[in-house]
């Protein structure tokens, strides 16, 4: 059993910076592939970056990859995703989910943190 808790979520303008935290609870988590997904109002949930259990592979979405980086410290329990140069379009509630099989399909994931919010204003 993995809890995750996300934050680092908040108002940004366009070209700035956030970066988000996935904190999980479980001794097993460093066992675990995780996954940063988005969705904003009337969209789909959708597939941002993966790291796998190691850290070693990472994947991204093409519309975040340049911007966005992924990583983890399991030393801490944590997953980060740094985000620069954030585009109104990047406007979504930010969720971290994990799972034992590295992937990009949301459903596939089986635990989920509650979501935190990201506004990028124009």
């Known amino acids: 059993q993995v809890q995750l808790v996300e934050s680092g979520g908040g108002l940004v303008q366009a070209g700035g910076s956030l970066r988000l935290s996935c904190a999980a609870s479980?001794?097993?988590?460093?066992?675990?592939?995780v996954g940063w997904f988005r969705q904003a109002p009337g969209k789909e949930r959708e597939f941002v970056a993966a790291?796998?259990?190691?850290?070693?592979?990472?994947k991204y979405a093409d519309s975040v990859k340049g911007r966005f980086t992924i990583s983890r410290d399991d030393a801490k329990n944590t997953v980060y995703l740094h985000m620069n140069s954030l585009k109104p379009e990047d406007t979504a509630v930010y969720y971290c989910?994990?799972?034992?099989?590295?992937?990009?399909?949301?459903?596939?994931?089986?635990?989920w943190g509650q979501g935190t919010q990201v506004t990028v204003s124009s």
């Open positions: 790291v796998n259990w190691s850290g070693a592979l990472t």
């Open positions: 989910a994990a799972d034992s099989v590295f992937g990009v399909i949301p459903t596939r994931y089986d635990y």
């Open positions: 479980g001794r097993t988590f460093s066992s675990y592939a």
